[in-house]
Each structure stands twice: as structure tokens, then as C-alpha cells.
């Protein structure tokens, strides 16, 4: 290791852990996903098939989108920062 080299990889540590604190939540939501990308499972699978047009959860999505327009519910708060 060069004299210093130490030294220098934990500045790069401390700079980027510092760029971390720095990030919306939205953007270490996004960093963590690259950094531990999960792999689908059945589960996941199966939701997405759900959200798809003629699947269980998109009839409740719709349903929930066709109420809000009417006037009947309110829009999901936005989650606190």
C-alpha cells in the first residue's frame, strides 16, 4: 500500500458517506436498491401480474382512481420528511 493510501481510502469512506446524508429520501431509496437489489420471488411475481390491466389489484386501483375522481376519498398524504 502507498504511504498514505489509508488515509486516502477513508477520505473516499467519509466523502461519500457524507454524500449519502446529503440525498432526498427518494434518492437513498434508490441507492439502496442498486446497492441490494433484491430478486424477484413468487410473491413479487404474482403482485405485478395483480397490477396488470384485468388483474385483482388493478380492478382496485381503478375502483380507487374512479372514487377520488368523484369526490370520494382524498389523495395519500405525502410521506413526511
Known sequence: MPPGGYALHMSRVEEIKTAIDQ????????????????????????????????????RLMEAANKEYEQGKSLPFPKPAE
Open 23 to 58: 440525498l432526498s429520501p427518494e434518492e437513498r431509496c434508490e441507492l439502496a436498491a442498486l446497492l441490494n437489489p433484491i430478486e424477484e420471488d413468487d410473491w413479487d411475481r404474482q403482485m405485478k401480474k395483480d397490477a396488470e390491466p384485468g388483474g385483482k389489484l388493478h
